[in-house]
């Protein structure tokens, strides 16, 4: 039961406070909601109380709206905000991941920190 959509859990490590980091990951949130890519339908954050460690839990229709999103938010000053603030530590990806993601991650010097999970094997949507 193979398809292409994609979850990535990212988990960061906040450095500039908890205030810094909603207020990053606030404004980066309403603008991807607002301009961002049409194949992200889902797009949050969670840091529980009295921690420095937070998590983005993104969802893509697929590997193209993957790129897609990453090509266009990398450039905004919505993401350069929440880069200043938090640290990725780790990205856990669930689903279908390409040579172009690869590469991708690859010229990020992200490949490290990337934790690939496997395609769906079974499961459903509603």
């Given at each position: 039961?193979q ?35 049409p ?24 590997a ?30 669930f ?9 991708w ?22």
């Amino acid at each position: 039961m193979q398809d292409g959509e994609i979850t990535v859990v990212n988990h960061y490590r906040i450095q500039s406070g908890r205030p810094a980091f909603l207020a990053a990951v606030t404004a980066l949130a309403c603008r991807v909601e607002a301009e961002g890519h049409p194949g992200v339908p889902g797009y949050r954050f969670f840091c529980p109380d009295g921690t420095n460690d937070a998590r983005a839990v993104v969802r893509y229709r697929d590997a193209e709206a993957w790129l897609g999103h990453h090509d266009l938010v990398m450039g905004w000053p919505e993401m350069t905000a929440l880069r200043s603030v938090a640290d990725l530590d780790e990205i856990n990806l669930f689903g279908p991941i390409t040579d172009p993601m690869r590469e991708w991650f690859g010229r990020m010097g992200l490949a490290g920190k990337v934790r690939h999970h496997g395609e769906t094997l079974a499961g459903f949507r509603r």
